[in-house]
């Protein structure tokens, strides 16, 4: 196993170069990329290898119907748009996987089915970095990513989660973005703004 670093160009199409993207070419996402992005993302770490977030894969007319009524108004086109939509949510009861996916603790479904306020702040905070590492991945597989958080929860939850009890943390817009589909960079910040070394 290498521990050398990734290339300039790998860096660029992660980070660096990568834009947030309003706009879609008319291009389908193939079957086997659709597994290969969370095959790819799924190994990133969560705390305890918790893996809290839950993916539905909004592709067809229908599933954007279903979905329409919740967005912003200035988020419904471009996702209507988008050959793919991610609603990232959260499993609130993901530490029943935890006996398969960390049995290196065997008390820790209990740890968490007992504390349910830090159950929830655990898994949502791991679902956000599940959420992040799917757009990474995205990046790696040479697609754009558009995410966004202007849209009802309880909305989308109402009507993709009923049975199961997810709750939707934020959405991804997902494809080959179009040119000029991107807004100017914006600023960041310096090191100094946002760094502390202690």
């Not at 029943?96 to 996916?101: A, I, R, T």
């Amino acid at each position: 196993m290498s521990n050398s670093a990734i290339s300039d160009a790998a860096i660029a199409q992660l980070f660096t170069d990568a834009h947030t993207h309003n706009g879609w070419q008319d291009r389908a996402i193939d079957n086997a990329t659709l597994h290969q992005l969370y095959e790819v993302a799924k190994w990133a770490p969560t705390s305890m290898n918790i893996s809290p977030a839950r993916f539905v894969f909004v592709i067809g007319a229908e599933g954007k119907a279903r979905l329409k009524p919740a967005l912003a108004a200035g988020n419904v086109d471009k996702t209507m748009a988008a050959p793919l939509t991610v609603i990232v949510a959260t499993d609130p009861k993901f530490y029943e996987q935890l006996p398969v996916l960390f049995p290196a603790y065997p008390n820790a479904r209990e740890m968490y089915s007992k504390q349910p306020e830090w159950a929830a702040e655990t898994g949502f905070r791991n679902s956000s970095m599940q959420g992040a590492y799917l757009i990474l991945a995205a990046r790696a597989l040479g697609l754009d990513c558009g995410p966004m958080s202007g849209f009802d929860n309880a909305k989308v939850d109402a009507e993709f989660f009923s049975q199961n009890g997810y709750r939707s943390n934020f959405l991804i817009n997902i494809g080959y973005g179009s040119v000029g589909s991107t807004n100017p960079r914006g600023p960041r910040l310096a090191f100094e703004q946002a760094i502390q070394i202690v």
